[in-house]
């Protein structure tokens, strides 16, 4: 059975930072392209950063462009997804999810998606 499982959550006060884990189980991540997204209170999911499944391909949106990096380490089936200088309105449930796509930043690129975990910035 198909299952990706986010971690590393939690709270952090403004410019901290995080680190969130993705681990994939019944199946090869390394053929997966793989998409973070995150859903704030009151808002609809929206996507954060994608990787290609060799990681050659990056993709971030601009309200985290050079404070996130996502990575990828194929051998152990998980992806991160690096989290600095963050912000209050960074706060909300971030998931990951899996697709047979290079690289996308919208959610029908996906068909397995883990169930969140939850990023709070404050003080």
């Given at each position: 059975?198909?299952?990706?499982?986010?971690?590393g959550g939690g709270?952090?006060?403004?410019?901290?930072?995080?680190?969130?884990?993705?681990?994939?189980?019944?199946?090869?991540?390394?053929?997966?392209?793989?998409?973070?997204?995150?859903?704030?209170?009151?808002?609809?999911?929206?996507?954060?950063?994608?990787?290609?499944?060799?990681?050659?391909?990056?993709?971030?949106?601009?309200?985290?462009?050079?404070?996130?990096?996502?990575?990828?380490?194929?051998?152990?089936?998980?992806?991160?997804?690096?989290?600095?200088?963050?912000?209050?309105?960074?706060?909300?449930?971030?998931?990951?999810?899996?697709?047979?796509?290079?690289?996308?930043?919208?959610?029908?690129?996906?068909?397995?998606?883990?169930?969140?975990?939850?990023?709070?910035?404050?003080?």
């Amino acid at each position: 059975q198909l299952q990706l499982v986010e971690s590393g959550g939690g709270l952090v006060q403004p410019g901290g930072s995080l680190r969130l884990s993705c681990a994939a189980s019944g199946f090869t991540f390394g053929g997966s392209g793989v998409g973070w997204f995150r859903q704030a209170p009151g808002k609809e999911r929206e996507a954060v950063a994608c990787i290609s499944s060799n990681g050659d391909l990056r993709n971030y949106v601009d309200a985290v462009k050079g404070r996130f990096t996502t990575s990828r380490d194929n051998a152990k089936n998980m992806v991160y997804l690096q989290m600095h200088s963050l912000k209050p309105e960074d706060t909300a449930v971030y998931y990951c999810a899996a697709g047979h796509i290079p690289c996308g930043l919208v959610e029908i690129d996906y068909d397995s998606w883990g169930q969140g975990t939850q990023v709070t910035v404050s003080t």
